[in-house]
Every structure is written in structure tokens, then in C-alpha cells.
């Protein structure tokens, strides 16, 4: 059983910038892709971003790509998504996820054996 964490959630201006930290409990962390999705009010949940176990690869959603970039730390069970440039339609809940697929996989079903309870992140113009 894993368990995630989001923080760092909140509002900022457009060009402006956050990091999201998901702090994940329970064991073998890097065994595990993470993930980076958000649903914003009305829209299905997107992907954003996906890292593999060990943090080699990564992938980005287009609409997030040069903007926006996902990292961990397997020391401390913890996966960030540093976002520059925000945008107003960056808006949306962000949630961690944690699976056991390949990592572009995951971005592609956007189903995960684990999610975390979101935080809202919003972007005035």
C-alpha cells in the first residue's frame, strides 16, 4: 500500500512560479513510476508529466513541455513538479500517482494503482 501527499499548492499570477512536492509512505518507492495529472472544473483529469522508477526518463504533456519540470528524490520518497511560466490555464486540481506501468504508459491510460487527494493550484491573469 502507498500513500501520497501533495503539497505546494496555491495561487500565483501568470509568468509566475511553483514547485508541488507528493510525499509518498510505504515501501519500495523507486520501483514505482510516478505521475503528474491535473483536472481542471467541468474537464477530465490530463496528464501533465511521468518519471520513471529511478528518475532516467521523464515525459511531458505538450501543453506543458519547456514550462514545466517533473524530478524525485527516491532518498526522501518524495516526487516535485517545478512550473515556471504558469499560465492561467494551468488552473486545475494537481494530483500525484504511483504505478506500476511504464511510465508512458501511465501517461497515456491515466490510471494509476495509487492517487493522491489533489491541490489546487490557480493561475490569475
Known amino acids: 500500500q502507498v500513500q501520497l501527499v501533495e503539497s505546494g499548492g496555491g495561487l500565483v499570477q501568470a509568468g509566475g512560479s511553483l514547485r508541488l512536492a507528493c510525499a509518498a509512505s510505504?515501501?519500495?518507492?523507486?520501483?514505482?513510476?510516478m505521475g503528474w495529472f491535473r483536472q481542471a472544473p467541468g474537464k477530465e483529469r490530463d496528464f501533465v508529466a511521468t518519471i520513471t522508477g529511478n528518475g532516467g526518463s521523464t515525459y511531458y504533456a505538450d501543453s506543458v513541455k519547456g514550462r514545466f519540470t517533473i524530478s524525485r528524490d527516491n532518498a526522501k520518497n518524495t516526487v516535485y513538479l517545478q512550473m515556471n511560466r504558469l499560465k492561467p490555464e494551468d488552473t486545475a486540481v494537481y494530483y500525484c500517482?504511483?504505478?506500476?506501468?511504464?511510465?508512458?504508459?501511465?501517461?497515456?491510460?491515466?490510471?494509476?494503482?495509487?492517487w493522491g487527494q489533489g491541490t489546487q493550484v490557480t493561475v490569475s491573469s
Open positions: 510505504g515501501r519500495a518507492f523507486s520501483t514505482y513510476t
Open positions: 500517482a504511483a504505478d506500476s506501468s511504464f511510465y508512458t504508459a501511465l501517461a497515456r491510460t491515466k490510471t494509476a494503482d495509487y
